[in-house]
């Protein structure tokens, strides 16, 4: 007898890991069901782009809006549930605290209920995230480090991490958190720091743009490639047992060195062009991420495949011919 493909429901299937994952699990054989938030402007550019946005299913519904969780649940069938919509902008949730609470925060109970209400044995992903470290306790950071987060950001991803653990220690149900460090690609936000250099990089050698205007470039982050990481969020729902794993590569690199290798991809200096800004400053930063993805091997045999200086010619290549194209 033929199995029935799997079912899959991807909140933030318009995001970056959202794309990626839906690419990944189509792949495999699964019917794709993603939750879309309706906007007034065009947020599918991303499953274009891969070639899958007419082969996912958009439930139309919000992570604030429980009734719309528990449709998009009944009508998937879905086995298994990949919660990556949230408010992810770290700068963002200073201005907005109160919708970031909501949506990343809330937003994952909200989630949480609607897989308890209506199918309590599908499994369940959540997005966790480096930023719940903060001000780190230990120089890398595993699943064991006590956190501190600095942002709103931060502080609501840590209620739907502990809500994920909760509900699996309350309820049974088959819930596993992944702490994800800095992941990024091609369809990376142009807001978020490698992809403003890598399109700043672009523009700058077409002669399209003069200067990039940046923050605090000896920030350290752990970067690793998105299409990478997402087979660990997979990975993670396939195991007998639910559980938390850091999703890391295991090294450092400062924004300013992450800026050398972009710049000097296309034969320029980055001390030429960039110009520190204070406007691009955190109320509080993160100076430094570095995560220990050792149980991740353990346990899932996964390891990060790219590194930084592949993953910053992935990137200052597609943006190089996005912005001739323009
Ligand atoms: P992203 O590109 O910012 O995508 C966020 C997604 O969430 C988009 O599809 C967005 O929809 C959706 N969304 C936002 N608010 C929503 C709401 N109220 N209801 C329904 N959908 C909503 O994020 P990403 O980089 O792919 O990250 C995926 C997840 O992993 C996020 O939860 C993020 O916080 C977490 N994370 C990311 C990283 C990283 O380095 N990328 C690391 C650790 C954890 P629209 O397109 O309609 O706005
Ligand atoms: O900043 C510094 C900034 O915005 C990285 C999200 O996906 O990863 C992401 O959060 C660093 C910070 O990412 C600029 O101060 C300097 O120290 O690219 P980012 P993030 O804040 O680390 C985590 C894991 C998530 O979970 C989040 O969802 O770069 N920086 N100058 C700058 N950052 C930005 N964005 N823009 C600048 O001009």
């Not at 480096?130 to 840590?158: D, N, W």
């Not at 309350?170 to 819930?175: D, I, K, Q, V, Y």
Request: proline residues 3%; charged residues 25%.
């Amino acid at each position: 007898m033929k199995l029935a493909a799997k079912s899959a429901l991807i909140t933030g299937i318009t995001g970056q890991d959202g794309a990626y994952l839906a690419k990944f699990l189509l792949d495999k054989g699964y019917t794709v069901h993603g939750l879309h938030a309706r906007r007034a402007s065009d947020t599918l550019w991303r499953l274009r782009h891969l070639g899958i946005a007419n082969d996912v299913n958009l439930i139309e519904g919000d992570l604030t809006d429980l009734s719309s969780l528990i449709r998009a649940m009944e009508k998937s069938a879905a086995t298994e549930v990949y919660n990556l919509a949230a408010q992810s902008f770290v700068a963002t949730s200073w201005e907005q605290p109160i919708l970031t609470a909501n949506a990343t925060g809330v937003g994952a109970l909200n989630v949480l209920e609607a897989v308890r209400l209506v199918n309590p044995k599908a499994r369940f992903y959540q997005a966790s995230t480096s930023e719940m470290f903060g001000l780190i306790q230990e120089a890398m950071q595993s699943e064991s480090t006590p956190f501190y987060p600095r942002s709103p950001y931060g502080v609501a991803k840590l209620f739907g991490h502990w809500m994920t653990i909760n509900y699996r220690e309350s309820f049974g149900l088959h819930a596993s958190s992944g702490i994800l460090f800095n992941h990024e690609s091609p369809l990376r936000g142009i807001e978020f720091v490698t992809r403003k250099v890598t399109d700043a990089v672009a523009r700058i050698k077409q002669g399209k743009q003069k200067e990039l205007r940046l923050g605090n470039i000896d920030a350290k982050r752990d970067w690793g490639f998105a299409g990478d990481y997402v087979e660990a969020m997979w990975l993670m729902l396939q195991q007998d047992a639910a559980d938390d794993y850091v999703i890391a590569t295991g090294k450092t690199t400062t924004v300013r060195d992450m800026c050398q290798l972009a710049f000097a991809h296309v034969g320029l200096k980055y001390e030429d062009y960039v110009v520190i800004d204070p406007k691009f400053y955190r109320p509080a930063e993160v100076e430094v991420l570095l995560g220990n993805p050792a149980k991740a091997k353990a346990k899932l045999d996964w390891v990060a495949k790219t590194d930084l200086q592949t993953l910053m010619t992935m990137m200052v290549e597609a943006d190089m011919a996005r912005v001739s194209r323009e």
